[in-house]
């Protein structure tokens, strides 16, 4: 029972690289979210998926492009990394029932942009 | 636009002690307030979550305090153990509208000491 697997958990990247962030859930979520954490900020949404083929944005969209072309995966892409996005990445994922208002979350990747 | 206000940023708290950390939230259309807790260089994890119909929810050494009209929501730990340091998002979501979007809190460094 994997839950919610992020990969890599760790990356490096320089100024104007760019590279993609894998979100793989085996839950069967409708949902599926990345979030950003910063040191004093929380949790920031970055993009959203309420299902497969559709996404949406969230708080802090900006520098950031997604995809859910799979149900089980949400990928997350940086076109052109600056140091502004050097952050904790967390993908996380839900059910469509209001009852079971739970998301689960990956263990997460840390990026450094220099 | 901050939506949810937490407070204290940081606590330390004897072990045995009750930790005490609240949110404040603005939009009246909150309908779920849950509570997640995070381990270093883990994903958050759902703790415990209380809906607007109740003013109180216990499990076990855990409580959310709900104060409808004064738009605010606390956690106590009770009997707080060292295994209890983490760090405490509260979160905010319009669930009742079809909307899963989680709105946090910066979070709150809880440190238990012995």
């Known amino acids: 029972n994997a839950g919610v697997t992020q990969t890599p958990k760790f990356r490096v990247l320089k100024t104007g690289q760019s590279m993609t962030l894998l979100c793989a859930q085996d839950m069967n979520h409708e949902y599926m979210y990345w979030y950003r954490q910063d040191p004093g900020m929380g949790l920031r949404l970055i993009h959203y998926s309420v299902g497969e083929g559709t996404t949406a944005k969230g708080e802090v969209p900006d520098g950031y492009n997604v995809s859910r072309l799979k149900k089980q995966n949400f990928l997350l892409g940086l076109e052109s990394a600056a140091p502004s996005q050097t952050s904790v990445y967390f993908c996380?994922?839900?059910?469509?029932?209001?009852?079971?208002?739970?998301?689960?979350f990956g263990a997460g990747t840390r990026l450094s942009v220099l | 636009q901050q939506q949810v206000k937490q407070s204290p940023q940081s606590l330390i708290v004897q072990k045995g002690g009750i930790s005490i950390i609240n949110c404040a939230y603005e939009n009246t259309a909150f309908d779920y307030f849950p509570w997640y807790q995070q381990f270093p260089g883990k994903g958050p994890a759902l703790l415990i979550a209380?809906?607007?119909?109740?003013s109180e929810k216990k499990e076990g050494r855990f409580t959310i305090s709900f104060n409808k009209s004064a738009k605010q929501f606390s956690l106590h730990i009770m009997d707080s153990q060292p295994g209890d340091s983490a760090t405490y998002f509260c979160a905010a979501s319009m669930a009742n509208f079809g909307n899963e979007k989680l709105t946090f809190g910066t979070g709150t460094r809880l440190t238990i000491i012995p």
């Open positions: 996380a994922s839900s059910t469509r029932d209001i009852a079971k208002n739970i998301q689960y």
């Open positions: 209380i809906r607007p119909d109740v």
